[in-house]
């Protein structure tokens, strides 16, 4: 299994250009996040989907923008790009909502926004 | 507001020592507590978890939960330089969706 996977793994925009960050994980997880590291920072959650269908602001939502296409997969978009996003963007899933279940983690995006 | 709180270290520890990482939080209805790693320029990955106040105990790792003084530890015995990396507690709810991740602690053991 490959588990979560996110594409792409590098991506360099200049400010105000827009992209999508794609994710998908083949385990069968009801619900998917969005998380961004920042030196010092930690993981600051964007967005989340608990399961298909929904979608939830996190932390620090505003600039992006998110899909869930389908129970595997689940985009973030920036529209309009600024160097404040330039980040390690990291998608993770879970088993279930509200249950125990730990944070599956993909190996990141690292975006650079000039 | 849910807090994590987790020194940022470094910890430093010599191969072969026992590493005690810590982390508080402050929500009282958490329940459910895991230990991630990161490698540098690494996602992170699990390495424990716990439900229940005690130890427990997985190979080279032992988390250690107390509820009552709200706090959870990751000693890990017998510590190699293969070890050095940052430590990510995360602490849950129960009726939650979101896990919250304290900024981890940096580690780095020293041949």
Known sequence: NAGVTQTPKFQVLKTGQSMTLQCAQDMNHNSMYWYRQDPGMGLRLIYYSASEGTTDKGEVPNGYNVSRLNKREFSLRLESAAPSQTSVYFCASRQTGTGNSPLHFGNGTRLTVT | ?111
């Open chain 2, 1 to 111: 507001q849910k807090e994590v709180e987790q020194n940022s270290g470094p910890l430093s520890v010599p191969e072969g020592a026992i590493a005690s990482l810590n982390c508080t939080y402050s929500d009282r209805g958490s329940q459910s507590f895991f230990w991630y790693r990161q490698y540098s320029g690494k996602s992170p990955e699990l390495i424990m978890f716990i439900y229940s106040n005690g130890d427990k105990e997985d190979g080279r790792f032992t988390a250690q939960l107390n509820k009552a003084s709200q706090y959870v530890s990751l000693l890990i015995r017998d510590s190699q330089p293969s070890d050095s990396a940052t430590y990510l507690c995360a602490v849950k709810s129960g009726g939650s969706y979101i896990p919250t991740f304290g900024r981890g602690t940096s580690l780095i053991v020293h041949p």
